[in-house]
């Protein structure tokens, strides 16, 4: 049975590809560098936008079912699923006697 690449042989086979065939000491030094300051950046995720700065995802998993009556909902209401997380979460810290802080 034939050994798989370790990912780092199968990068360096697609960092060779992309450079005409050579695979360049450089190439894979530079590559270690970059997953070094990607694993040393900080908390905080990049933003993929402007709006997106400075927030964090709040997610979790359900049933397909409520995934569509929440999209229904808010096509009915004619809002945004955000919008009707950010009320939920606000009814959610006022019973626990916390200010409301979600936005939409």
Do not use: C, W, Y
């Not at 979790?60 to 009707?84: C, P």
């Amino acid at each position: 049975m034939k050994q798989k690449r370790s990912l780092s042989e199968a990068l360096q086979v697609v960092a060779g590809r992309q450079q005409g065939g050579a695979v360049s000491a450089a190439v894979t030094r530079g590559a270690s560098r970059s997953v070094e300051r990607v694993a040393e950046a900080s908390d905080e995720p990049r933003a993929s936008t402007p709006a997106r700065a400075g927030k964090r995802l709040v997610g979790g998993h359900f049933d397909r079912a409520v995934s569509r009556q929440l999209r229904e909902i808010a096509a009915r209401e004619d809002t945004t699923v955000q919008a009707l997380l950010a009320e939920a979460m606000n009814m959610l810290f006022v019973a626990r006697g916390l200010p409301e802080i979600a936005e939409p």
